[in-house]
């Protein structure tokens, strides 16, 4: 069992940043790629930004690209989103997530993560 625990959201204002951090109870943290999601009142999740085990391979949402970046620590079992440009549509819960198989790459569905973390909230205010 895989335990993930989400910190550094918070509110912030429109332009501003806030990285997020997530962190992996598993020691075969490095096995595996991750992912971010999040999830607005009244809307479906959706994928943020995925990493492959390395780190050397990325995947960010169109609404992420250039503002976002997904990394990872595998030394100290976390992964971390850096959000610039925050945009009040940013608002959400965001939610780290961990397959509990090992791939190659990087993954893009929900319905492929197995772990998920509890949520830190991002409010990013006009």
């Known amino acids: 069992q895989v335990q993930l625990v989400e910190f550094g959201g918070g509110l912030v204002q429109a332009g501003g940043s806030l990285r997020l951090s997530c962190a992996a109870s598993?020691?075969?943290?490095?096995?595996?790629?991750m992912g971010w999601f999040r999830q607005a009142p009244g809307k479906e999740r959706e994928l943020v930004a995925a990493?492959?085990?390395?780190?050397?391979?990325?995947y960010h949402a169109d609404s992420a690209k250039g503002r976002f970046t997904i990394s990872r620590d595998n030394a100290k079992n976390t992964v971390h989103l850096q959000m610039n440009s925050l945009k009040p549509e940013d608002t959400a819960v965001y939610y780290c997530?961990?397959?509990?198989?090992?791939?190659?790459?990087?993954?893009?569905?929900?319905?492929?993560?197995?772990?998920w973390g509890q949520g830190t909230r991002v409010t990013v205010s006009e």
């Open positions: 997530a961990a397959p509990s198989k090992i791939v190659t790459g990087f993954l893009t569905s929900a319905h492929e993560y197995n772990y």
């Open positions: 990493i492959d085990w390395s780190g050397t391979r990325t």
């Open positions: 598993t020691r075969t943290f490095s096995n595996y790629a």
